[in-house]
């Protein structure tokens, strides 16, 4: 089994910063696949950002490309989530996500772990 946490979330005004970290415990010979997904009240939830185990293949939500970066540091079993030009339309609970499979590019149903979930609200 592998928990994760969720920190780093918040409120924030459009165009502004916020970094999300996820920590892996339990059972952590690193997670393969590592990711985000978020959901905004009545939508599905969706990938946001995902990681390889070496660092050398990611993945992005359209929307989000040139905003986001997502990192990870094996040593510390965490991934990041760099958060930059934040708009309205971002404001969700972002998910953490983590797999031992290669499932960088697959839907929710194909993850295995989940955080609980942080709050980010882009507002003025």
């Known amino acids: 089994q592998v928990q994760l946490v969720e920190s780093g979330g918040g409120l924030v005004q459009p165009g502004g910063s916020l970094r999300l970290s996820c920590a892996a415990s339990?059972?952590?010979?690193?997670?393969?696949?590592m990711g985000w997904f978020r959901q905004a009240p009545g939508k599905e939830r969706e990938l946001v950002a995902t990681i390889d185990w070496s660092s050398s293949s990611t993945y992005y939500l359209n929307s989000v490309k040139g905003r986001f970066a997502i990192s990870r540091d094996n040593a510390k079993n965490t991934v990041f989530l760099q958060m930059n030009r934040l708009r309205p339309e971002d404001t969700a609970v972002y998910y953490c996500a983590a797999d031992r499979r290669d499932v960088i590019t697959l839907p929710p149903a194909a993850w295995g772990y989940w955080g609980q979930g942080t709050q980010v609200t882009v507002s003025s």
């Open positions: 339990g059972d952590t010979s690193s997670p393969y696949s």
